[in-house]
């Protein structure tokens, strides 16, 4: 199985900071590489798809890039709305992984 | 828009067969890759595995032995059933439904969830 390792595990940001989550994957994934926002209690949400592509109608300050087996996350300008959970998955090989997450709060 | 609701039991005795439907609203079942996911408390995404149209399944290996998914077309509904539970199956369960394009693929949109509680 391709394991997916997150850091960090949890971070504390203010509103208004840039925030960068990485995602390491334990073998070459090439792209496929998607990132999704689970607010507590809730159901994942995708936000990125292809390492890169934003999916419609969600936020420009979330982007993501990477190739291979690194990956970042960023939200350039945190607010209120983004705290939760931000889980990387990879779709190169079956089974499908996700890394462990990322829980992410307001300072 | 397509929507996901999962359902069943929230309550499992160990040794049993724990058994989840999800209904799917807002588009055809005839259409897709239908997966089934959990979450432990405290951890992270675990993917089930997936029946596709056809009647096509492909699961975790780590779960293989004990699951089978199965599709009902005339209700627009997909099913999984986990035999032999135990108190490690406890779990939020999800649905969810996987584009697939050629060479890629996302799971978008998820269902709700259903706590599901193995317990005595």
Known sequence: ?????????????????????????????????????QKPGKAPKLLIYDASSLKAG???????????????????????????TYSCQQFDNLPYTFGQGTKLEIK | QVQLQESGPGLVKPSETLSLTCTVSGGSIGSSYWNWFRQSPGKGLEWIGYIYNSGRTEYNLSLKSRVTMSLDTSKNQFSLKLSSVTAADTAMYYCASLRAVTGTGWFDPWGQGILVTVSS
């Open chain 1, 58 to 84: 969600v936020p420009s300050r979330f982007s993501g890039t990477g190739s291979g087996t690194h990956f970042t996350f960023t939200i350039s300008s945190l607010q209120p709305e983004d705290i939760g």
């Open chain 1, 1 to 37: 199985d391709t394991q997916m390792t997150q850091s960090p595990s949890s971070l504390s940001a203010s509103v208004g900071d840039r925030v960068t989550i990485t995602c390491q994957a334990s073998q070459d994934i090439s792209n496929l590489l998607n990132w999704y926002h």
